[in-house]
């Protein structure tokens, strides 16, 4: 689920790029299927000469219990108690995710869940074959919900992260920092909402003259055109369903000169060694409006130019 900005053709657009040196961002992990990344399975060894007796002395039967669950951004780690001698390569879960890694020591496991999403509630069944393990593992993944920061010199570009309301069809709302760069002086920042530009119900946007159009649309000219004329007016704004909460995407087509340019601008929150992210991505057609807008100089494994890594604080 994501937000958008449109630039005209020769001005106006929403791209991001920074006049500041930043360390390089994270290395950006590809995402894989089930099949491409199977679960991996770590045998963790008896550590002392104690342990060791006392597992030789054990007489009680252990079963298949859940003794605890820890949710995360779009993870979960769920420690079990499992019999001695189980087929850990069996395992396998239902109703949402996968199982990205085992850790086994003694009778304890650690499952890791990946690719869940954000903000939802988890009812899971862990499965061996045919045969149901745990069944009403329930839990509610954490929300990206913060403040998010690219560069930290003299033009920073800062978003604020709203849950969304549960009346709207967003998962998060999107809004211009106070502390961005370009944030326009006096005006209040919940006024400010970049994503979505317009929401459902709300009046729209299509065919509104610039001098009409929302102080978000407005604070983009200022950030990253790079020409020296501003669009007549945003022809139209659609929000654009990618079947997941933590991608939003919109496309906004506005009008300069007698042209039309498209922007296609997505939001996607991700979760890398348990911090949250936000990449901030467009990309404009015809494509000649690109050349018309700042430029990120330090990408770094991100799709595009036109990318920003931002990083929750």
């Known amino acids: 689920m994501l937000s958008r900005f449109v630039l005209s053709v020769f001005l ?16 950006i992990a590809p995402v894989q299927t089930a099949e491409e990344a199977p679960a991996r399975i770590i045998i963790e060894e008896t550590d002392t000469v104690e342990d060791e007796i006392e597992a030789e002395v054990e007489t009680e039967e252990v079963s298949f219990a859940v003794l605890d669950i820890a949710p995360y951004l779009q993870s979960a780690v769920i420690t079990t108690e499992m019999p001695g001698g189980f087929d850990f390569s069996s395992l396998a879960v239902d109703g949402g995710g996968r199982i990205e890694s085992i850790k086994v020591h003694g009778h304890k496991a650690l499952l890791t869940i990946a690719d869940l999403e954000s903000s939802t509630d988890y009812c899971l069944s862990l499965l061996s074959g045919d045969d149901v393990l745990f069944d009403g593992i329930t839990f509610t993944t954490a929300s990206f919900a913060g403040v998010y920061r690219w560069g930290h010199g003299d033009e920073p570009f800062v978003l604020t992260v709203e849950d969304a309301p549960s009346s709207s069809e967003c998962s998060y709302y999107v809004y211009i920092n106070p502390q961005d760069s370009a944030f326009p002086e006096g005006e209040y920042w919940h006024d400010l909402r970049l994503y979505p530009l317009v929401e459902k119900g709300e009046e729209s946007l299509d065919d509104v003259k610039y001098k009409n159009a929302p102080l978000a649309y407005k604070w983009n000219n200022e950030k990253w055109n790079t020409g020296s004329m501003t669009p007549s007016r945003i022809k139209s704004v659609k929000l654009v369903d990618t079947g997941s909460k933590d991608e939003m995407r919109a496309e906004i087509a506005s009008v300069a000169l007698g042209f039309t340019a498209t922007a296609d601008v997505s939001f996607s929150f991700i979760e890398m060694d348990g911090n949250a992210y936000l990449i901030f991505s467009s990309q404009m057609t015809p494509g ?16 595009s130019e036109y990318s920003y890594l931002l990083e929750r604080e």
Request: hydrophobic share 40%; glycine share 4%; with cysteine.
């Open 288 to 303: 000649i409006a690109n050349s018309f807008v700042k430029k990120n100089p330090s990408p770094g494994e991100l799709e």
């Open 12 to 27: 106006i657009i929403f791209m991001f790029t920074s006049c500041t040196t930043i360390e390089e961002p994270p290395a």
